[in-house]
C-alpha cells in the first residue's frame, strides 16, 4: 500500500528556515518523479517543485527558485523540501506527492502546515 | 511561467453533464503538457482523477473522463452526482515544471 506521511512543519521566523519530509512507503521514491504543491487556506493548489526520478533535473515555481531545495533520499526513502529565506507568503499546508516530472501523479500526503511570522 | 485557466465556478444537476477546461496563455493545451485533473473536497487532501490528458486511476469514477478540447483541456462529469461537488484543479507541465488552474468550484444543485 502506497502511503506518504509528511513531517517538519511548523512555526518559522522571517528569514528562518525548515525541512519538510515525506516518508514514502509501498514504492521507491527515488525512482519515480515527485512533487511538492503548497495550499493557502481558502486558496488554489500552487506547484511549488518537482524532482525526476533518481535524483534526477529539479523544478521551481518563480516563487521559491533560489530558497527551496528539493531532493530525495534513497536509503530513507524520503522526499524533503528545504524551505530558505522562508516569506509570510510562503504559510500553506504543504503537499507532497508520488509522481512528478516524467512520472504521473497518483497519491498525496496528508499535508504539512507550514506558518511564517514573527 | 504561464498562466493556466479555468471556469471559476460552475452548477450541474444532478444526473446531469458538465464539462471543465483547462487552457494556457501559452498556446492551445495539448498532450504534451500531460493534463492532470484532482478533486478536492473540503477539508481533504486532492485526489487525483486523470493523468496525461486522458487516463484513469482504479478509483477515478467511470462518469469522469478527460479530453482534449478546442485547445483545452477537458474534465467531463456524465451522470453527476451529489458527492462531486468539490473543487476541480488541473495541471499542467511545461519545459520548466508545472502550472495549476486555479480551479473551478462544482456545485450540484
Known amino acids: 500500500e502506497v502511503q506518504l506521511l509528511g513531517s517538519g512543519g511548523g512555526l518559522a521566523q522571517p528569514g528562518g528556515s525548515l525541512r519538510l519530509s515525506c516518508a514514502a512507503s509501498?514504492?521507491?521514491?527515488?525512482?519515480?518523479?515527485m512533487t511538492w504543491v503548497r495550499q493557502t487556506p481558502g486558496k488554489g493548489l500552487e506547484w511549488v517543485s518537482g524532482i525526476r526520478a533518481s535524483g534526477g533535473n529539479t523544478y521551481y515555481a518563480d516563487s521559491v527558485k533560489g530558497r527551496f531545495t528539493i531532493s530525495t533520499d534513497k536509503s530513507k526513502n524520503t522526499l524533503y523540501l528545504l524551505l530558505n529565506n522562508l516569506r509570510a507568503e510562503d504559510t500553506a499546508l504543504y503537499y507532497c506527492?508520488?509522481?512528478?516530472?516524467?512520472?504521473?501523479?497518483?497519491?498525496w500526503g496528508q499535508g504539512i502546515p507550514v506558518t511564517v511570522s514573527s | 511561467q504561464a498562466v493556466v485557466t479555468q471556469e471559476p465556478s460552475l452548477t450541474v444537476s444532478p444526473g446531469g453533464t458538465v464539462t471543465l477546461t483547462c487552457g494556457s496563455s501559452?498556446?492551445?493545451?495539448?498532450?504534451?503538457?500531460?493534463p492532470h485533473w484532482f478533486q478536492q473536497k473540503p477539508g481533504q487532501a486532492p485526489r487525483t482523477l486523470i493523468y496525461?490528458?486522458?487516463n484513469t486511476y482504479s478509483w477515478t469514477p467511470a462518469r469522469f473522463s478527460g479530453s482534449l478540447l478546442g485547445g483545452k483541456a477537458a474534465l467531463t462529469l456524465s451522470g453527476a452526482q451529489v458527492e462531486d461537488e468539490a473543487d476541480y484543479y488541473c495541471l499542467l507541465y511545461n519545459s520548466g515544471g508545472a502550472v495549476f488552474g486555479g480551479g473551478t468550484k462544482l456545485t450540484v444543485l
Open positions: 506527492t508520488k509522481g512528478g516530472p516524467g512520472s504521473p501523479i497518483d497519491y
Open positions: 496525461d490528458t486522458t
Open positions: 501559452t498556446g492551445p493545451v495539448t498532450s504534451g503538457h500531460y
Open positions: 509501498g514504492f521507491t521514491c527515488s525512482t519515480q518523479g
